[in-house]
């Protein structure tokens, strides 16, 4: 009887290790610091129908970069444990981490970053800016776009699900190859948990990149040819179009690996006539793509940062784009160099090294049309800048080590060494997580209206590059003494445990480097009369979106622009700004289906990981249910007439001149100039004092 | 931002090129008496492999050394408060640049893949290496979580601890038993090859130098992964000989039997010898996954 | 004023229907490259029967034609039910589209009975790795026709209700596509799974 209703759910599931007990208490505490200031301020009704429910890409966007950058530090927490322990643990010592407990730690690392973090904040930044760049008020689906947004939330909860049921995670590896993850080696519900969590996202991401190909497709502003595009837009094309060829290869083989585990199935399993060899095929398919998709919106915000801080045009954008487009292409016949070490005949093992060889040089081109964009520009060292600066070094060094890693014969020696690693995360922090900090902070005035402190943001480049070099470049080297990756303990006669505690020190480093960036954010909103973005184009950009207020109405522009050259935003300016027009605008609903879609569907999955069958039931029919009644709602738009358009841009304008007027905080330091850290401190110990006497609060409290 | 912008640029830079001056010093002092596997090779295939990456890096460098110098000499000859040279929002373009800008790197990746194919092919771990003595077979069967060596023609078997004789040519004919995939390595000696439940994968190598030289597997297969660790040590013909024949009268003796207990989830496992009384031991661990279809052995082009 | 601001509607609605369209293309496409893959799977795994009865000695030839003609037949009325949507003729749609879901439960009564009959006689997706590979790549499509029958249900009582209006035109395009698509499908497994087989 309890097994019918309860699956394989017991008493023993609960928390009961120390990190199980910690994750909970910590999320717990979290849950219920906001829900306490969310009935304090009396703000439940206003977050339901303002953000949660919205179905504006702005603010899902914002969601995503919130929800994204938590699950940065939580990835990155788990990063300095695995640090930790692996500086430790030398010798006789263990550390202060099982083996098993410690591989679920880097396949959680994994995971986490991979789809939680860099993909949550692409479609962050796709949602916001592509829709504006393009000169279109939406996209194509706004239904789409928050069923994928809230589908990656549910995403989010199963990865972090096994902390308060179950307490064990897949300890197999971010990609959970197969036998290893199969019941004969993982019989846990690890696994389940991996395979579920990945699937809903997974299938969110699908839902949003069909959403965004049909956009850029179908809703850029008259006269915008593809050609005319921002590279930024191209970049998220290319990466896309990407998606729907790739995450349907990973959503089938998370089924088959479903099946094995759930039916008894043998299509990877060792005996039964299972194929293991054909799981690393098929997730590698997927998989290499996946780290192109990550990185070609990246490419396409260096692009734009490069012409803007170097105030010229892109150069070769021909080549650029192409160079986009064959990044693209040729990520998809590269996938075996993931595995060059089981076994295949030289012919094959050379033909998939050649392959890779390809890639280099479309991403070459890339490099080159930056290169020749400076050439002869003014150029400004802006925090973006910055970004894109630290980006070029790593990433060349990481796409270098790449090309060794090409070379079957190399990769025999190099395969799955700490080499490997290096590489990887040279690309993928230079690369993808510097193409997201130069984004944030190129479009933050955008976004909230603000302009960063480029002072902090210098010093938190500086962290962020010394911690990086403090760990990674010891990694190259303990690859090249024969460290394999994922090892919780090692001999100390191998030497290795300094550079081990090199890569820690880093890793702290680094965390300052975060702190940093958060300060600066904080440290910006303390000075936002001085950095207020009043124009909307703070940088004297080219492109659509800052031909907007910033932030930007809700519904963009109160006309669709014409568009006559690339650059647009940059030729109108040349031209002459038009002046303000009205015209009815059709506005999409917010709607809740998205959310009640997801948590059924966040249910069933979890009725699948603890085989609970009446909830597995109950849930995909709730699904099913709410998806028809969405679906056949044809009452999911109205109309704001042009006059309440005007009016709404009239308020705007009278609100912000309002804002100007209003007296600054006090906050005891010199305005003249962005903060430093000591002023910061200062402002902050000031602010906190106040809080504490009860008078700025309420104050705060009124001008909000 | 007057007062700020001469530190702007050494401000930055600075503390990033004194740690990375730092580490340089640092990692070289700390590499001192270690063993740097990669280029510390003591056998036949690990040289080449060596060789191969220090040549394909050397090439690549040719490319990106004056790429990356490029990069941050015009980011920093066109900063703006640089006044001196010319400005031109037009330059950068131009059929010519455009052109330069695929052909040169696809001119390297031409160099590249040329060296890249006939490398692999050379390379390639089912190769037979041509050699004057007489090749030695070891079969591998990685299990959980350790290796079972079993040298089918000196009737031998061994448990974490593998002796070649230098100069010999040595196939290592790989499987696995209720153990998902491992990956068998002797970094000083060459390159991995996995070990995988139902396959034979072949890898050949070849001993130089004398020396006792660190094993692992390659490849995370459990919770007993890093323990999973094994000698190799390389002697002469002689000294291996006498080995063979010291092993072969041991008491304790490789059977069904002792092969269940093998099978059997352990960690850390010592390093044991025994004398082989199953002669096809290894065939049948093999056959055990064969369903209704051929024996899959690699793709070996002998 | 009026006049424009209608035109625009229609012109919204229009814009938006090709978008929608559009959109469901790119879906399918998706759709096929997870079949590819259950197809791939299938290749490979064919002969794993561990000594077990093969597909040529399990499989049914008149049985999987017998499948083909019918889900054939039913894109046939599928298309003329298309044609009834254009032209607003409501009663048609609802016969036409009948007949189709009709066709589609026959089919699946079909394939039922081919796996109980599989399962009955100790061939499960658990015996050996071919098994599981025809299951689920034959289930798959065989969840999929399902899925199109509930749909096809629910928007025939909608139209009932509604009549026909232009979302629900629009609704059945896509469930017309989504149809043909698991036809093809079904021809490639006819020809994959089945014939050659028995080849």
């Known amino acids: 009887m309890k097994e019918l209703i309860l699956g394989k759910l017991s008493m023993h599931a609960l928390p009961h290790e120390w990190f199980t007990i910690a994750g909970s208490v910590s999320f717990l505490l979290l849950a219920l610091t906001i829900v306490v200031v969310l009935t304090w301020t009396k703000r439940w009704k206003w977050l339901w129908k303002e953000w949660l429910t919205s179905v504006d890409p702005k603010k899902i966007g914002i969601m995503y970069f919130i929800a ?14 695995l640090w930790l322990q692996q500086a430790l643990s030398a010798g006789e010592a263990h550390g202060y981490l099982t083996a098993d407990h410690f591989q679920q730690i880097f396949t959680a690392h994994g995971n986490i970053m991979v789809f939680f973090v860099a993909m949550a904040l692409i479609f962050g930044l796709i949602n916001y800016f592509v829709p504006l760049q393009i000169g279109a008020r939406d996209l194509a689906s706004p239904f789409l776009n928050t069923l994928g947004f809230w589908l990656y939330i549910g995403g989010v909860i199963m990865v972090n699900m096994f902390f308060f049921l179950g307490g064990e995670y897949a300890a197999t590896g971010w990609l959970a190859i197969a ?33 965004f190909i049909m956009t850029i497709l179908k809703m850029r502003a008259p006269g915008m040819s593809l050609w005319r595009m921002p590279p930024f837009t191209w970049g998220s094309l290319c990466s896309m179009i990407m998606v729907v060829t790739v995450f349907p290869l990973l959503t089938a083989t998370l089924f088959l690996l479903f099946f094995d585990r759930y039916f008894g199935t043998h299509f990877f399993t060792t005996m039964g006539g299972g194929d293991p060899m054909m799981y690393t095929n098929l997730i590698w398919m997927w998989g290499h793509p996946e780290v192109y998709i990550l990185v070609l919106p990246a490419f396409g915000v260096f692009s734009e940062v490069v012409a803007t801080f170097s105030r010229k045009r892109l150069a070769s954008y021909t080549s650029n784009v192409l160079g986009m487009i064959g990044v693209a292409t040729f990520s998809l016949s590269v996938w075996l160099h993931h595995f060059f070490t089981m076994g295949a005949s030289a012919d094959v093992n050379a033909f998939f090294g050649v392959m890779t060889m390809v890639i280099a040089i479309p991403t070459s081109v890339l490099v080159f049309s930056w290169i020749a964009t400076m050439y002869k520009g003014r150029i400004q060292f802006k925090t973006p800048m910055l970004w894109f600066l630290g980006f070029i070094g790593i990433f060349a060094v990481g796409g270098m080590a790449g090309v060794v890693l090409a070379v079957p014969p190399a990769d025999f020696q190099l395969h799955n060494s700490l080499f490997l690693v290096a590489h990887f995360h040279s690309n993928v922090i230079g690369g993808v997580l510097f193409g997201i900090f130069a984004a944030l902070s190129y479009w933050f005035p955008k976004i909230t209206g603000v302009r960063l402190n480029e002072r902090i943001g210098r010093y938190a480049f500086v962290a962020w590059v010394v911690g990086f070099c403090l760990s990674f470049i010891p990694m190259y080297i303990l690859g090249f003494m024969g460290a394999t990756r994922r090892l919780d303990h090692y001999d100390s006669a191998t030497g290795w445990q300094p550079l081990y505690v090199l890569m820690f020190i880093g890793g702290l480093v680094i965390a300052i480097g975060v702190a940093l960036q958060i300060i600066q954010i904080i440290a910006s ?21 800052w031909a907007t207020a910033s932030p930007p109405q809700a519904y963009n522009f109160t006309t669709i622009p014409q568009v006559e050259q690339r650059d647009a935003f940059w030729h109108m300016k040349q031209q002459g700004l038009p002046k303000p027009a009205y015209e009815n605008i059709i506005v999409p609903k917010n709607t809740g289906a998205g959310i009640y879609i997801s948590a059924f569907a966040f249910l069933a999955s979890f009725g699948f990981v603890w085989e609970i069958t009446w909830l597995i039931v109950a849930s995909i029919i709730g699904v099913l249910a709410v998806f028809v009644v969405r679906t056949f709602n044809d009452d999911v738009e109205y109309k704001l007439t042009a ?47 106040d809080v504490i006497r009860n008078k700025r609060w309420r104050t705060w409290q009124k001008q909000n | 931002m007057g007062k700020n912008r001469k530190k702007n640029g050494w401000s930055t830079a600075g503390p990033i090129l004194l740690v990375l001056a730092g580490l340089a010093v640092l990692i070289t002092l700390l590499l001192r008496d270690t063993n740097v596997a990669l280029f510390n090779s003591k056998g036949l295939i690990a040289d080449e492999q060596q060789s191969l990456m220090l040549l394909t890096v050397g090439i690549m460098l040719i490319l990106g050394i004056p790429a990356v110098c490029l990069i941050y000499f015009t980011a920093w000859r066109y900063r703006e408060s640089n006044t001196r040279p010319a400005r031109n929002p037009n330059a950068g373009h131009g059929k010519l640049l455009n052109a330069s800008m695929w052909l040169v790197p696809g001119a390297i990746a031409l160099v590249l893949a040329m060296i890249l194919w006939p490398a692999t092919h050379h390379l390639a771990p089912q190769k037979q290496i041509a050699a004057e003595a007489k090749p030695l077979t070891i079969q591998v069967v990685a299990l959980r979580w350790k290796w079972l060596f079993i040298y089918p023609e000196q009737k031998i078997a061994t448990v974490n601890y593998v002796q070649v004789p230098v100069g010999t040519p040595v196939t290592f004919e790989l499987t696995a038993d209720e153990a998902p995939m491992s990956s068998f390595w002797i970094p000083n000696l060459g390159g991995m090859l996995y070990a995988m439940t139902g396959h034979v994968n072949r890898l050949n190598l070849l001993a130089t130098v004398p020396g006792d030289y660190p094993g ?12 999973m660790k094994f000698t190799a040590s390389a002697t002469s013909k002689e000294t291996f000989d006498q080995w063979v024949r010291d092993v072969s009268l041991t008491a304790k003796t490789m059977d069904g039997t002792e092969y269940d207990k093998l099978l059997k989830p352990s960690e850390n496992n010592p390093s044991e010898l025994y004398s082989l009384l199953e002669n096809d031991l290894y065939d049948k661990v093999v056959m055990k996954y064969m369903g209704s279809h051929e024996a899959h052995t690699d793709g070996a082009h002998h | 004023m009026a006049d424009m601001a209608e035109a625009k509607l229609t012109e919204h609605e229009a814009h938006y229907n090709d978008r929608v369209q559009f959109g469901f293309w790119i879906y399918l496409m998706t759709d096929l490259l997870m079949f590819t893959v259950l197809f791939a799977v299938y290749a490979v795994l064919r002969d794993n029967t561990l000594g077990g009865p093969g597909g040529d000695e399990l499989f049914s030839q008149p049985l999987a034609l017998t499948e083909t003609l019918i889900l054939l037949t039913s894109s046939f009325t599928a298309g003329l039910g298309m044609i009834a949507a254009r032209r607003g003729l409501k009663n048609q749609v609802l016969v036409w589209f009948g007949i189709t879901f009709m066709l589609g439960l026959a089919f699946l009564s079909f394939e039922l009975k081919e796996f109980a009959e599989f399962i009955h006689e100790g061939h499960t997706m658990n015996t050996n790795a071919f098994l599981s590979s025809f299951f689920a790549l034959v289930g798959t499509h065989g969840l999929h026709i399902t899925s199109g029958l509930l749909w ?20 059945l395009t896509l469930l017309s596509l989504f149809w043909h698509f698991l036809d093809i499908v079904w021809i490639f497994i006819f020809s994959v799974v089945y014939l050659m087989a028995l080849a």
């Open chain 1, 68 to 81: 994204g950058g938590f699950m940065l530090l939580r990835g990155g927490l788990d990063a300095i444990m």
């Open chain 1, 179 to 211: 036998p290893l993850s199969e019941l004969q080696f993982s019989p846990g519900m690890g696994v389940d948990y991996w395979i579920w969590s990945l699937q809903i996202a997974g299938i969110g991401t699908t839902l949003g990149a069909i959403n």
């Open chain 1, 525 to 545: 909103f303390m000075q936002r009369r001085r950095l207020r973005d009043t124009t909307g184009d703070p940088w004297d950009g080219r492109s659509l979106e």
């Open chain 1, 643 to 689: 006059e309440q358009v005007r009016k709404l841009e009239a308020e705007r304008k009278q609100k912000d001149e309002a804002e100007q007027q209003r007296k600054a905080p006090a906050l005891g330091i010199d305005n003249s100039e962005d903060m430093g850290l000591r002023d910061f401190t200062k402002a902050a110990a000031t602010f906190g004092l």
């Open chain 3, 152 to 171: 096809m249900a629910i928007t025939l009582i909608f139209v009932m209700r509604r009549g026909l209006n232009g979302p629900l035109v629009r609704k």
């Open chain 2, 216 to 227: 692992s597997s390659a490849e995370i297969n459990g919770a007993g992964f890093a323990g």
